[in-house]
T-cell receptor
């Protein structure tokens, strides 16, 4: 049981390049989330999904797209990277049932855009 | 929209001391959940403790306890007998239990435990 994994762990992009971050969970969770973490600002929600085939915008969605074609995977795409997207990206998931409401986080991806 | 504020960017205490981290939030909701997450240098986000707003009793988890003041919209974390392994960033977070159950985080407090 690996929990939540993220690929890659580190990446350096040049302005204008594109890339996809992969989040995978093996806990059969319905809900998945993408956050970004910037110094002094905590974590902010980019996009989220409440089930396979569904996605929705979070607090800071501009410049990002997402897809949830399979229940266990949640992809975050940057079509044209900008220096402002330099950040640490976290994926999280949680079950849609139960009362703990705990989100389980991946280890993060550090992205630098030059 | 909900907001979460942590007014202490950094704190530092000696090992074995007790330390309290502050968190305030703003919401018009009556039912919600509050969390404290720990982020050590490894960057992994770890849930420390949770509190349901409808419960008057403050949550405790071993050396970690909270002081939840619903009317004041305050949710502080107390760490007793602090250990070197408690050195980390600590984030307070708010969540509504309905809908997408998104977390809204505070800015974080960097806690250093000195030997």
């Amino acid at each position: 049981n690996a929990g939540v994994t993220q690929t890659p762990k580190f990446r350096v992009l040049k302005t204008g390049q594109s890339m996809t971050l992969l989040c995978a969970q093996d806990m059969n969770h319905e809900y998945m989330y993408w956050y970004r973490q910037d110094p002094g600002m905590g974590l902010r929600l980019i996009h989220y999904s409440v089930g396979e085939g569904t996605t929705a915008k979070g607090e800071v969605p501009d410049g990002y797209n997402v897809s949830r074609l399979k229940k266990q995977n949640f992809l975050l795409g940057l079509e044209s990277a900008a220096p402002s997207q330099t950040s640490v990206y976290f994926c999280a998931s949680r079950t849609g049932s139960g009362s703990t409401y705990e989100q389980y986080f991946g280890p993060g991806t550090r992205l630098t855009v030059t | 929209a909900q907001t979460v504020t942590q007014s202490q960017p950094e704190m530092s205490v000696q090992e074995a001391e007790t330390v309290t981290l502050s968190c305030t939030y703003d919401t018009s909701e009556n039912n919600y959940y509050l969390f404290w997450y720990k982020q050590p240098p490894s960057r992994q986000m770890i849930l420390v403790i949770r509190q349901e707003a409808y419960k008057q009793q403050n949550a405790t988890e071993n050396r970690f306890s909270v002081n939840f003041q619903k009317a004041a919209k305050s949710f502080s974390l107390k760490i007793s007998d602090s250990q070197l392994g408690d050195t980390a960033m600590y984030f307070c977070a708010f969540m509504k239990p309905l809908g997408a159950q998104k977390l809204v985080f505070g800015q974080g407090t960097r806690l250093t435990i000195n030997p």
